[in-house]
């Protein structure tokens, strides 16, 4: 089983709808992000949380909110889901400082 | 001006040449160094982890940093088909706001 797993893995829906993408780990990290991608651009930071009751916002999180439901778990929200929102999203976790961070495989999401 | 420049290519390389990827970065307090591999419909994952300037060697991978002209490079020898993959370069004043490269997609030809 992998150790950072995200679902949906794909997911289409249309301007306006509410859409959560999961993410949970098994490694035991603190520390758990979310990142978009897209072509040409890279990753870019939404939020991160250092544990359940520290969450901060990332270069890009405008239009999207997050829920730390425990140590193993970090889910992102859209609220009303616009086009542009249309990327491949990453859930990662790190264990702590200086340690680098380890990806889910991502869900792709399109809203029409 | 973007805080990380990386080659876009795609690069296309016979089966055992070598690989060279560059990324340049404008933040002078970024410290730690990564190299990211990506597979088509996967997350990244990590390759290579350098604290600082200087050169780090894993296998047929080798990483350079050098600070002073703020230039950071990873070198794949000896490549094979099964290094074809996108390659991210994310360097980090701390070690959680990664930046990253938009990347550079390699192909190995058999």
């Known amino acids: 089983d992998a150790d950072v797993t995200q679902t949906p893995r794909n997911r289409i829906t249309k301007t306006g709808k509410r859409i959560m993408l999961e993410c949970s780990q098994t490694?035991?990290?603190?520390?758990m992000y979310w990142y978009r991608q897209d072509p040409g651009l890279g990753l870019r930071l939404i939020y991160y949380?250092?544990?359940?009751?520290?969450?901060n916002k990332g270069e890009i999180s405008d239009g999207y909110s997050v829920s730390r439901q425990a140590q193993a778990k970090f889910s992102l929200s859209l609220e009303s889901a616009i086009p542009n929102q249309t990327a491949l999203y990453f859930c990662?976790?790190?264990?702590?400082?200086?340690?680098?961070?380890?990806f889910g495989d991502g869900t792709r999401l399109s809203i029409l | 001006q973007k805080e990380v420049e990386q080659d876009p290519g795609p690069l296309s390389v016979p089966e055992g040449a070598i690989v060279s990827l560059n990324c340049t970065y404008s933040?002078?307090?970024?410290?730690?160094f990564m190299w990211y591999r990506q597979y088509s419909r996967k997350g990244p994952e990590l390759l290579m982890y350098?604290?600082?300037?200087g050169n780090k060697e894993d296998g047929r991978f080798t990483a350079q940093v050098d600070k002073s002209s703020k230039y950071i490079s990873l070198f794949i020898r000896d490549s094979q088909p099964s290094d074809s993959a996108t390659y991210l370069c994310?360097?980090?004043?701390?070690?959680?706001?990664?930046?990253f490269g938009a990347g550079t997609t390699v192909t190995v030809r058999a």
């Open positions: 990662a976790t790190s264990e702590g400082v200086g340690q680098p961070q380890h």
């Open positions: 490694k035991g990290h603190d520390r």
């Open positions: 949380s250092f544990d359940v009751k520290d969450i």
């Open positions: 933040n002078s307090a970024f410290q730690y």
């Open positions: 350098t604290y600082s300037s």
């Open positions: 994310a360097p980090t004043f701390n070690d959680y706001k990664l930046s």
